[in-house]
């Protein structure tokens, strides 16, 4: 951990940004219902940040006073040189945090070597524990292999892990419990993530597949004490303590509690554009600061620190109408 650099990334209200997720890409091994067309079409190599470019970017806002970088993606861990990339925005001056969201694949081979690279906390979604279900969820994936990837992340030595299970009502609700019981077995966290309107699906009806984290907390109590804990990770999860153990449950509940007053984060995209709130489309292409004025720190520095400018006051979520937007999860970085 290296000293605090000073915040300089403050919006107009008043919201102090110390908190960067990149997306190093919008590919990915698996094809979840509610990220993905089955059919996506991916971007040109042309189109995307190379490894130096997003290097660059996570270097400008380390000075700029971000502390803790989230590393995302598409699946990050599928990019070509990502290990290294990760190695290198870890030992980055003022940056106190290092984590990952990684859908597991590939964590049963590079666990070890995150946990060198000094990735602190890993996010492992898992949805279900039905094998068949975990297919049709993911279109691709295969639920053994994630669970090894879980087990190499538990014994490699991370400060936290953290199961995120996206439900879907007549799809995984009735797992919650199960889900909540491997986390305690495993000795990690689990958080409950309402289901998001961006970009459309076809598989199934936003509005029908909504499950409220009121209806999870309802359901887990039924099997688990869940004592109010005050734990926080910076964001938006709501945490609760599973009595005796050690796991802890969030629920991060977009539709059912808005957390937009006390947002501290903004995300860049594998295009290179800055999305200053996930629930709406403002954004600046940083990628052509770059592009235009390579090697100009000060110019990329001062486009960051205009861009808080128009981050808006909240997000526009509605789960009921078509989603206004139109960009995926895999391209915002999730
Ligand atoms: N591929 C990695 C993974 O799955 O963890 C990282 C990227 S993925 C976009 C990050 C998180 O976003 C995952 O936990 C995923 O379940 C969640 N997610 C994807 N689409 C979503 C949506 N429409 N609403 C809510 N969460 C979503
Ligand atoms: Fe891939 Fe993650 Fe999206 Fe699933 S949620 S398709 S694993 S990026």
Same mark, same amino acid.
């Given at each position: 951990?290296?000293?605090?650099?000073?915040?300089?990334?403050?919006?107009?209200?008043?919201?102090?940004?110390?908190?960067?997720?990149?997306?190093?890409?919008?590919?990915?091994?698996?094809?979840?219902?509610?990220?993905?067309?089955?059919?996506?079409?991916?971007?040109?190599?042309?189109?995307?940040?190379?490894?130096?470019?997003?290097?660059?970017?996570?270097?400008?806002?380390?000075?700029?006073?971000? *502390?803790? /970088?989230?590393? @995302? =993606?598409?699946?990050?861990? #599928?990019? +070509? $040189?990502?290990?290294?990339?990760?190695?290198?925005?870890?030992?980055?001056?003022?940056?106190?945090?290092?984590?990952?969201?990684?859908?597991?694949?590939?964590?049963?081979?590079?666990?070890?070597?995150?946990?060198?690279?000094?990735?602190?906390?890993?996010?492992?979604?898992?949805?279900?524990?039905?094998?068949?279900?975990? *297919?049709? /969820?993911?279109? @691709? =994936?295969?639920?053994?292999? #994630?669970? +090894? $990837?879980?087990?190499?992340?538990?014994?490699?030595?991370?400060?936290?892990?953290?199961?995120?299970?996206?439900?879907?009502?007549?799809?995984?609700?009735?797992?919650?419990?199960?889900?909540?019981?491997?986390?305690?077995?495993?000795?990690?966290?689990?958080?409950?993530?309402?289901?998001?309107?961006?970009?459309?699906?076809?598989?199934?009806?936003?509005?029908?597949?909504?499950?409220?984290?009121?209806?999870?907390?309802?359901?887990?109590?039924?099997?688990?004490?869940?004592?109010?804990?005050?734990?926080?990770?910076?964001?938006?999860?709501?945490?609760?303590?599973?009595?005796?153990?050690?796991?802890?449950?969030?629920?991060?509940?977009?539709?059912?509690?808005?957390?937009?007053?006390?947002?501290?984060?903004?995300?860049?995209?594998?295009?290179?554009?800055?999305?200053?709130?996930?629930?709406?489309?403002?954004?600046?292409?940083?990628?052509?600061?770059?592009?235009?004025?390579?090697?100009?720190?000060?110019?990329?520095?001062?486009?960051?620190?205009?861009?808080?400018?128009?981050?808006?006051?909240?997000?526009?979520?509605?789960?009921?109408?078509?989603?206004?937007?139109?960009?995926?999860?895999?391209?915002?970085?999730?």
């Amino acid at each position: 951990m290296t000293a605090a650099v000073a915040p300089q990334l403050i919006d107009r209200f008043g919201r102090t940004v110390d908190y960067l997720r990149i997306s190093i890409t919008d590919r990915c091994d698996f094809r979840c219902v509610y990220c993905m067309a089955e059919d996506m079409v991916f971007l040109p190599r042309a189109q995307i940040l190379s490894l130096e470019e997003i290097y660059t970017l996570a270097q400008a806002f380390t000075e700029l006073g971000v *502390k803790k /970088i989230r590393i @995302t =993606g598409g699946e990050p861990l #599928v990019r +070509k $040189g990502a290990l290294e990339l990760l190695q290198s925005i870890g030992r980055l001056h003022g940056l106190q945090e290092l984590v990952l969201t990684t859908n597991g694949s590939q964590l049963e081979s590079m666990a070890v070597a995150l946990q060198a690279a000094g990735v602190k906390r890993v996010n492992i979604s898992l949805d279900t524990l039905d094998a068949d279900k975990f *297919k049709a /969820i993911t279109r @691709t =994936g295969d639920l053994a292999q #994630v669970i +090894k $990837g879980i087990k190499a992340a538990t014994a490699a030595g991370f400060e936290r892990i953290k199961l995120n299970a996206v439900i879907l009502k007549n799809r995984n609700h009735q797992e919650v419990c199960d889900l909540v019981g491997f986390a305690v077995e495993q000795g990690v966290d689990i958080s409950f993530i309402e289901e998001m309107p961006l970009g459309v699906v076809a598989q199934h009806n936003r509005s029908d597949a909504y499950y409220s984290s009121d209806s999870i907390k309802a359901d887990l109590a039924q099997a688990f004490a869940l004592l109010p804990s005050t734990a926080t990770t910076g964001g938006p999860s709501k945490y609760f303590q599973i009595a005796g153990t050690d796991t802890r449950v969030g629920f991060i509940s977009p539709h059912s509690t808005n957390f937009c007053s006390t947002c501290n984060r903004v995300r860049l995209t594998v295009e290179g554009r800055l999305l200053l709130c996930l629930g709406n489309e403002h954004s600046v292409d940083l990628k052509q600061v770059l592009r235009t004025s390579p090697g100009d720190g000060a110019a990329l520095q001062q486009a960051i620190i205009e861009a808080m400018q128009i981050k808006p006051e909240k997000h526009e979520f509605n789960i009921h109408e078509q989603p206004v937007i139109l960009r995926y999860m895999n391209m915002t970085g999730g």
